[in-house]
């Protein structure tokens, strides 16, 4: 009986073997997982050949938008088909929670939805050119071949959040997700297929970004790059884009602020702020690991949000008491321990967390638990940088205006929140936060109609919503002479 080759590269709508493969882990307790295909460089050329050829001599971008919203709706169909069978293998790669990992489905259905919902909407618009005789639009065109380039957190959501429009738009892609949650990426080319996308307009590479993502982000052949994940890499892709000038989207996280007035709802906010930070081990780009508090109810708010975080119950994602999951690796882990470590050296008082776990229950898993540090600064390293883990850093305020100064003052801009019963100081505030997302008491909720990024080293451009479609398209002036006549500029 012979073994299946490991999977993860596929281009001109064919599975391709490679050379070797990478063993992909649970993070819950280092279980193997499968074996993914672990591309070359070569490998990532083929694929973009293929995406190039399929636009340039396929029909897909010539496909009227509403066909091409049509198999969006059969591949968001095909997934809440298969949503047992997606759900379990992300929470096999991520770790996270199974009820987490269906919710996460919805909305990925939801995503392909509406991009399949709103095709053949926008058909440009018409210009006055204030003549009898000249008609001028404004159209759209798609951007070309697309390098997809999506992180370890949210695997499919992510990749969702970039194959809907770019495939909306009339765009063929390559898609590179991360090497260590590929799972549910691998599943993602045999639903496209099967909802009738053509061959070499979807195409993947499973591997590392040194070895293939590199290609992507510098092949010619590639129109543009969208990328979420660390800022480093960010930077990176932007330097290695400019030479050939692409179109670069990043979605680059950020240190979140969560800020409460003394007027709020305490129950709902001490409640809402756990959740901010902690769901998913804090390994969301928006969560929110600052907690602003306004000095006069400080002490009494901590307290009870430490006491209700140290009652957070650690699993795998199959545990049904769990609460929370793993880190995605011990190396990850280790770099989170790190930083609390470096914030207590700061002058951070840590309240509860801090230590690897030693129950046995959790020893084969890469486990940290909900951290608080309480007393932090503005200066501090664990303000200004994020940790990506479950830990939550605590700093006081005493007015609007500081509240307001105090959650900008770092480089990042994703989203925050602003707790009060205030209308007017809630608008106040919101419209003076510098993020792309502000909730007024509230945390976490989005929908796929709403555009989604940051401002500063958050990133650039915009996720989801008609903002997320534009990024994948072009924009053209067709003008129209339909009385055409000499103009006699010349004598001769």
Not at 159 to 187: D, H, I
Not at 257 to 284: C, I, K, Y
Request: aromatic share 8%; net charge negative.
């Amino acid at each position: 009986m012979t073994s299946t080759p490991p999977r993860g590269l596929y281009y001109a709508g064919d599975w391709h073997e490679t050379a070797a493969a990478r063993q992909i882990v649970c993070p819950a307790d280092g279980s193997p997982v499968a074996a993914v295909a672990e591309c070359t460089a070569e490998d990532a050329a083929s694929a973009v050949t293929a995406a190039r050829h399929a636009f340039d001599e396929g029909t897909w971008s010539t496909t009227p938008e509403r066909g091409r919203g049509e198999l969006l709706l059969r591949v968001a169909d095909l997934l809440e088909r298969d949503t047992a069978l997606y759900a379990k293998a992300e929470s096999l790669d991520t770790g996270k929670r199974l009820v987490e990992s269906r919710y996460d489905l919805a909305d990925i259905v939801g995503c392909f939805r509406y991009y399949g919902g709103i095709a053949g909407t926008d058909a440009g618009r018409v210009v006055d050119t204030g003549r009898t005789d000249a008609i001028s639009r404004i159209v759209h065109a798609p951007v070309g071949v697309c390098a997809l380039i999506t992180p370890w957190n949210y695997p499919l959501l992510q990749v969702a959040w970039k194959v809907a429009p770019a495939l909306l738009a009339g765009n063929t892609f390559v898609l590179k997700p991360s090497e260590l949650t590929p799972g549910t990426a691998v599943l993602l080319m045999d639903t496209l297929a099967e909802a009738g996308l053509p061959a070499g307009v979807g195409n993947l590479v499973t591997g590392t970004g040194p070895e293939v993502g590199v290609v992507l982000t510098t092949d010619p052949r590639v129109d543009l790059v969208s990328f979420t994940g660390g800022l480093e890499t960010g930077k990176s892709i932007m330097a290695a884009a400019a030479p050939t000038v692409k179109r670069v989207a990043l979605e680059l996280g950020g240190i979140n602020p969560n800020v409460v007035f003394a007027d709020a709802d305490r129950e709902a906010a001490v409640d809402m702020a756990l959740t901010a930070v902690f769901l998913h081990s804090g390994q969301v780009c928006s969560a929110g690991a600052r907690l602003l508090v306004q000095d006069s109810i400080a002490e009494a708010f901590v307290d009870e949000l430490v006491a209700r975080a140290q009652q957070i119950r650690m699993g795998g994602p199959f545990d049904e008491a769990a609460e929370t999951g793993p880190l995605i690796s011990a190396a990850h882990r280790d770099k989170v321990h790190a930083y609390v470590e470096a914030a207590v050296a700061e002058g951070a008082v840590l309240r509860c967390g801090g230590e690897i776990p030693t129950d046995p229950a959790l020893a084969e898993g890469y486990f940290y638990p909900p951290t608080v540090l309480d007393g932090c600064q503005a200066a501090m390293g664990c303000v200004q940088q994020e940790s990506f883990g479950p830990v939550l850093t605590v700093e006081t305020f005493a007015d609007e205006a500081e509240a307001v100064r105090l959650a900008n003052g770092t480089p990042f801009g994703l989203a925050g929140a602003v707790w009060t019963a205030d209308a007017g100081r809630a608008q106040r505030v919101a419209g003076a936060l510098r993020l792309g997302t502000v909730w007024i008491n509230d945390y976490h909720p989005y929908v796929p109609q709403a555009e989604w990024g940051g401002f500063g080293q958050s990133g650039n451009g915009r996720e989801l919503g008609p903002g997320g479609l534009a990024e994948y398209r072009e924009t053209k002036h067709i003008w129209h002479n339909i009385a055409p006549a000499p103009q006699r500029w010349f004598s001769s």
